[in-house]
């Protein structure tokens, strides 16, 4: 069989990198695409010089050329912390917009499969509970996370007409809060900031009381999900995540007790139309692909902690 090229935009960034490794593990050409906003070089540092592998440093909202045939492409560009789309709205909405739509047309050129990395931010703060992928979310448009939300819904319209209109092949992941080494310490997110404030001695800070609710799914869970959806015949929105849910507190409790840390926890203003709870149905996942999360927080807390101590 000949070998695959598949393109992963965002392909420094957290997931992205984790992409190229499977792929090059699975023995494909991989190339990696991102303008480094927010990705960061080191993630792939250990791929470069590898023959299989390449990085093209370019901005997708603007017109997107690569030589050559391309099987897949995985469109992973985005920022996707709050922190960071709050200090790059317009960006953020670019990249969904624009960049989806160029990454599309690639597809059509190319006659490649796209998957969408799509996010449950499209469900908003959701009045159902867990969210399955049937519901439509409660989304405010004009709000500081409005510029994520509205930016990824829009990616998920433009992917299905091009799948409809166009008949381009695509594939669209929900994916659910994930964790683990290459995240970065800033960004902002709940596990980087307390485990960095664990690490570092200082206070712990939970955003509101703390009661609100997230879902962690450990990477390498996500990007077998990632692997499987790609590869199967699904080609509405998926859900990928963890089903295990737990307050930010306990959540900032657990990180206290497993880094034996002196840093006590704060409480401060929560953010504007911060959701209050989160949670994915996987029914659909279990079912069509066979999928599941085999790392339970635990165990996926004690690798990613590791990782950050050679950070700090
Ligand atoms: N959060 C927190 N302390 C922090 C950062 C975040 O309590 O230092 C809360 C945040 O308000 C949210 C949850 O943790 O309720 C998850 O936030 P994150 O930024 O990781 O992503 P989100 O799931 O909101 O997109």
Same mark, same amino acid.
């Given at each position: ?69 391309? =099987? ?136 509101? =009381? ?63 139309? =911060? ?5 994915? =149905? ?31």
């Amino acid at each position: 069989m000949a070998q695959k090229t598949v393109l992963v935009t965002g392909g420094s960034g957290f997931l992205g990198s984790h992409l190229c490794d499977r792929f090059i593990a699975e023995g494909y050409k991989v190339i990696a695409m991102d303008n480094l906003i927010t990705g960061n070089p080191d993630n792939i540092a250990h791929l470069m010089g590898n023959e299989n592998f390449q990085f093209i440093k370019h901005d997708i909202t603007e017109y997107i050329w690569v030589k050559g045939d391309i =099987d897949y492409i995985l469109h992973f560009a985005s920022p996707a912390s709050p922190i960071d789309y709050l200090k790059l709205p317009i960006q953020t909405l670019k990249v969904g917009a624009l960049g989806t739509h160029n990454v599309l047309g690639l597809a059509k050129e190319k006659k490649a499969r796209v998957l969408l990395a799509s996010t449950s931010e499209v469900y908003g703060d959701p009045l159902i509970h867990p969210q399955k992928e049937d519901y439509w979310g409660n989304v405010n448009p004009i709000g500081f996370r409005g510029v994520y939300d509205e930016a990824k819904r829009f990616a998920e319209a433009i992917t299905m007409a091009y799948q409809r209109y166009h008949g381009v092949e695509t594939r669209i992941i929900r994916i659910f809060n994930t964790y683990g080494p290459r995240m970065r310490l800033n960004d902002g997110r709940v596990l980087p900031a307390l485990v960095g404030q664990a690490l570092r001695g200082e206070p712990m800070t939970v955003f509101g =009381d703390g009661s609100q609710t997230r879902s962690f799914c450990y990477v390498s869970d996500l990007v077998e999900g990632i692997y499987r959806l790609l590869l199967s015949d699904i080609t509405d929105p998926t859900n990928i995540g963890n089903p295990a849910e737990i307050t930010i507190l306990e959540f900032a409790k657990e990180v206290q007790g497993l880094i034996e840390t002196k840093s006590d926890i704060i409480f401060e203003p929560l953010p504007q139309d =911060d959701p209050k709870v989160r949670q994915p =149905d996987i029914t659909k996942a279990k079912a069509l692909l066979g999928w599941e999360p085999k790392i339970d927080r635990h165990e996926g807390l004690k690798r990613t902690i590791e990782f950050f101590k050679t950070k700090v």
